[in-house]
């Protein structure tokens, strides 16, 4: 991320927040996170670039499935954690 943000900066193009992809991962069998990679570094390089943090979107298997039959995620599963997280980002983003 470090690399993506200098290289925005250096072309001039806007940064409006970072985004932390595949920040935990919620069992669909018992609700319980757990994080198989590491969590924070997203919040950790905004911090550093001061940029918004704008939120973590948990893994979810079903996005792949979902956007290789070309049925938008959350449309497809509007009450997923991962749906209500890029919910929660677009809101963010919009303001």
């Known amino acids: ?12 193009v806007p940064v409006i ?3 932390e992809n595949m920040s935990g991962f919620i069992c669909p069998k018992c609700g319980t996170e757990v994080n198989i990679f590491k969590i924070g570094g997203g919040q950790k390089i905004a911090e550093k670039f001061a940029v ?6 948990p ?4 996005i792949c499935s979902y ?3 070309g049925i938008p995620f959350i449309t497809g599963r509007p009450n997923s954690a991962a749906t209500k997280t890029f919910m ?5 983003i919009e303001t």
């Open 52 to 57: 918004p943090f704008l939120g973590r979107i």
């Open 17 to 19: 927040g970072i985004i």
């Open 67 to 69: 956007s290789d039959n």
């Open 88 to 92: 929660e980002i677009v809101k963010k």
């Open 59 to 62: 893994i979810d298997p079903e």
């Open 1 to 12: 991320m470090n690399k993506a943000v200098t290289f925005a900066r250096q072309l001039g």
